[in-house]
């Protein structure tokens, strides 16, 4: 089963926070935490204000001096620029990049991790140029003193410290400003980025992964602890579509479009995740037996990994808390960010988080318990010759279809029971859940007949749900059937998405029951589109 939400984190899994006015922490949209004790931070609020607190190491908080404190401070170069991602090294120097594609350093700068051309400290925001003039970026990630940026076309750009090759410059000379990674990647697009303290990772839009850098633990995943001062393909997953690349301080992991996790690199901590400690110079399957994971999780700033499953499960291993955990261990944590906020030490974000505040899930929660819940209701639903419970009230404000129904001059409105014949009992219900929770349980298979619902009652965000599930459900098994209704109900995303899979495994789906059951015109038109794509070259 699929568990998909749009629950966020809450701001008292992080200390930092802990003194802040709940006024304030009620504004918070996005945050991340960073600093060798996890003593430092950045937020951004509903209003597209930045704010920075903690203790101001190297000036990174951007606040244009050196002081240290936990009242937030605005960081006014930054406000209403709109921010979409942020990264942050452990000297620390911090990057962002906003929605129209510019970059901005502060903080350490003696290894020009800044990219401004020189080795001073940035007290506040700097925007950086050089070679960037025209592009776009859209990903930011740091090492330890070295930094990448990831533009919209797909060209990976690095900088600063070079000792072992981490700028994939061919050598080992320091770089001042941004440099084009250009070879072995040369014109093919980049996806994703991701840094070790001293090693640099690329995932491709094909699935490749290519790493460079430091090798001694064998975190490039290339099969040797040779350091590589360019790009090196990690061959070992050349057989894996890979969809998620992560760097811990010095192991990685990937995670496949078949919800597969793959683990490489140092393992004096267990963070590999294999039963031991032994090093791996290639990447190797782990956590056979927990099911299909979603999203994994590992940070250049220390040697913890988790992971999230298909059915909402999280598991943590690595140094969690000073303890070595060697083998995948679940957890009760609701997200893969929970695990960092708890167990890694220091406690940093390992990816920019959003916030939820408290009221909201105090309401959450009550309207988890009303529904379906018998005492309160005031209408009933009959489906299949089964009861739902719901409110009126809540229908009315969360959906548009019920808005136009519960009018005095629909006979529904008068009603006390009403019978729903064109879906099933499962899909119905799991609609009405969502509207009291913002949830959707379901296995991709009955997701396809929400999505159905979806599309009728014109529900979006829904819509993105059901697809979501759909994404995270696909196999080998139910790819072909899962295209078709992608293709029935318009959704162009899914679509793609689907066709991409079954592209990537073509031969296995082929032979699938069913692939066979698909209609002569949907068979037809995939051929065709596979051969476009080079399918059938010689």
């Known amino acids: 089963m699929a568990c998909t939400n749009s629950k966020q984190l809450s701001v008292e899994r992080w200390p930092i926070f802990s003194l802040l006015d709940p006024e304030f922490i009620s504004t918070i949209k996005q945050a991340c935490v960073f600093g060798s004790s996890g003593n430092e931070a950045i937020v951004i609020t509903q209003d597209d204000d930045v704010y920075a607190l903690g203790s101001n190491c190297s000036s990174c908080l951007g606040v244009g001096d050196a002081q240290s404190g936990l009242e937030p401070r605005k960081i006014d170069i930054l406000?209403?620029?709109?921010?979409?991602?942020?990264?942050?090294?452990?000297?620390?120097?911090?990057?962002?990049?906003?929605?129209?594609?510019?970059?901005?350093?502060?903080?350490?700068?003696?290894?020009?991790?800044?990219?401004?051309?020189?080795?001073?400290?940035?007290?506040?925001?700097?925007?950086?140029?050089?070679?960037?003039?025209?592009?776009?970026?859209?990903?930011?990630?740091?090492?330890?003193?070295?930094?990448?940026?990831?533009?919209?076309?797909?060209?990976?750009?690095?900088?600063?410290?070079?000792?072992?090759?981490?700028?994939?410059?061919?050598?080992?000379?320091?770089?001042?400003?941004?440099?084009?990674?250009?070879?072995?990647?040369?014109?093919?697009?980049?996806?994703?980025?991701?840094?070790?303290?001293?090693?640099?990772?690329?995932?491709?839009?094909?699935?490749?992964?290519?790493?460079?850098?430091?090798?001694?633990?064998?975190?490039?995943?290339?099969g040797n602890n040779v350091n590589q001062p360019n790009p090196c393909r990690v061959a070992a997953l050349q057989q894996m579509i890979v969809v998620q690349i992560v760097c811990g301080y010095a192991h990685a992991m990937a995670l496949t479009d078949e919800g597969s996790v793959y683990a490489w690199g140092a393992n004096s901590y267990g963070q590999l995740g294999t039963g031991n400690k032994a090093n791996l110079v290639t990447p190797t399957k782990i956590a056979l037996d927990k099911g299909r994971f979603v999203e994994i999780g590992a940070t250049h700033y220390n040697h913890?990994?988790?992971?999230?499953?298909?059915?909402?499960?999280?598991?943590?291993?690595?140094?969690?808390?000073?303890?070595?955990?060697?083998?995948p261990m679940e957890t009760r944590f609701t997200t893969v960010d929970d695990a960092f906020a708890c167990f890694s030490m220091p406690a940093v974000t390992w990816r920019p988080l959003s916030f939820e505040t408290d009221n909201f899930y105090t309401i959450e929660r009550h309207l988890r318990m009303a529904f379906d819940n018998q005492e309160t209701s005031d209408l009933k639903f009959m489906v299949e010759g089964r009861v739902v419970h719901v409110h009126?009230?809540?229908?009315?404000?969360?959906?548009?279809?019920?808005?136009?129904?519960?009018?005095?001059?629909?006979g529904e409105d008068d009603k006390d029971v009403i019978e729903i014949t064109q879906f099933s009992y499962p899909v119905y219900r799991a609609f009405l859940e969502y509207l009291y929770t913002d949830q959707v349980d379901l296995p991709p298979e009955d997701a396809i007949g929400l999505l159905d619902l979806a599309n009728s009652y014109c529900e979006q965000q829904l819509k993105r749900l059901c697809e979501r599930i759909i994404k995270q459900g696909i196999t080998?098994?139910?790819?072909?059937?899962?295209?078709?209704?992608?293709?029935?109900?318009?959704?162009?995303?899914?679509?793609?998405?689907?066709?991409?899979?079954?592209?990537?495994?073509?031969?296995?789906?082929?032979?699938?029951?069913?692939?066979?059951?698909?209609?002569?015109?949907?068979?037809?038109?995939?051929?065709?589109?596979?051969?476009?794509?080079?399918?059938?070259?010689?």
Request: aromatic share 10%.
């Open 79 to 222: 406000c209403k620029k709109k921010i979409v991602d942020i990264g942050y090294g452990s000297g620390p120097h911090v990057l962002v990049c906003t929605d129209n594609g510019d970059l901005y350093s502060w903080g350490h700068n003696g290894y020009s991790q800044l990219g401004n051309g020189s080795t001073n400290q940035g007290l506040s925001p700097q925007l950086i140029t050089t070679n960037l003039i025209g592009r776009k970026v859209v990903k930011v990630a740091c090492g330890s003193h070295h930094s990448l940026a990831l533009t919209q076309e797909g060209e990976v750009f690095a900088w600063g410290y070079n000792n072992c090759g981490q700028v994939g410059s061919g050598t080992t000379t320091n770089q001042a400003t941004p440099r084009k990674v250009a070879a072995c990647l040369g014109t093919r697009k980049v996806t994703e980025i991701a840094c070790g303290q001293t090693s640099s990772m690329a995932l491709l839009d094909n699935g490749e992964v290519y790493g460079w850098g430091y090798n001694g633990n064998g975190q490039l995943g290339v």
């Open 476 to 538: 080998v098994e139910n790819a072909a059937m899962l295209l078709a209704a992608a293709i029935k109900y318009e959704a162009r995303d899914l679509e793609e998405f689907c066709f991409r899979f079954c592209f990537n495994h073509m031969t296995a789906v082929t032979q699938t029951e069913a692939f066979n059951k698909l209609d002569e015109q949907t068979v037809k038109n995939f051929i065709l589109k596979a051969a476009q794509r080079g399918a059938f070259k010689y």
């Open 392 to 410: 009126k009230a809540v229908l009315k404000i969360r959906c548009e279809h019920f808005r136009s129904m519960f009018q005095a001059h629909w």
């Open 304 to 327: 913890v990994s988790a992971a999230i499953t298909q059915t909402g499960k999280v598991y943590m291993w690595g140094q969690c808390r000073g303890q070595s955990i060697t083998s």
